[in-house]
């Protein structure tokens, strides 16, 4: 069964009626969940410009307080993307040759850009213990932004 949990619900009022949905603004990732996307060390960031053309790359990220937070360049184009849509999707998932075992969550969500400041500093530090060989490979600089992930939607499966 999927589950859908979204902050509109303009949005929720056009979902397939047989689908459970929780109407919230706070949306809670479940235990499980959260456990899944603070572990793992890769997700796939999608992002759409004003133009509506799609663009997914993958990223290192970290969750911290409900919130999925990753680093890039300024200039990047999912930071352009963002700029002109802040709608965003990321998506984790546990891949196997074994069909049956698949298993992954997508986090359809807002994205907030932090140019510096204590938010972008305590993002960064997170983002440096998670992947110690961050400050020496990619060390963040001035012209970096901290892209800031608030869900409204979660979907997963196989992990229920």
């Known amino acids: 069964m999927r589950r859908t949990v979204t902050a509109s619900a303009s949005l929720d009022r056009r979902i397939d009626q047989h ?64 700029r002109a849509n802040p709608r965003v999707a990321l998506t984790v998932d546990l891949y196997s040759e074994d069909w049956s075992q698949l298993r992954g969550i997508t986090v359809q969500g807002t994205a907030t850009l932090i140019a510096g400041g204590a938010r972008f500093r305590k993002a960064q530090r997170l983002l440096y213990a998670k992947f110690p060989q961050y400050p020496r490979d990619a ?19 196989g992990l229920d």
């Open 19 to 82: 689908t459970p949905v929780a109407y919230r603004s706070d949306v809670r990732l479940k235990k499980n969940l959260a456990k899944v996307l603070a572990w793992e060390r890769v997700c796939r960031v999608a992002t759409a410009g004003d133009t509506g053309v799609p663009h997914v790359v993958p990223v290192c990220h970290v969750l911290a307080d409900g919130k999925l937070y990753f680093a890039s360049e300024g200039g990047a184009r999912k930071v352009r993307n963002l």
């Open 139 to 157: 060390g963040l600089g001035k012209s970096d932004v901290i892209v800031e992930v608030s869900p409204t939607h979660v979907f997963s499966w």
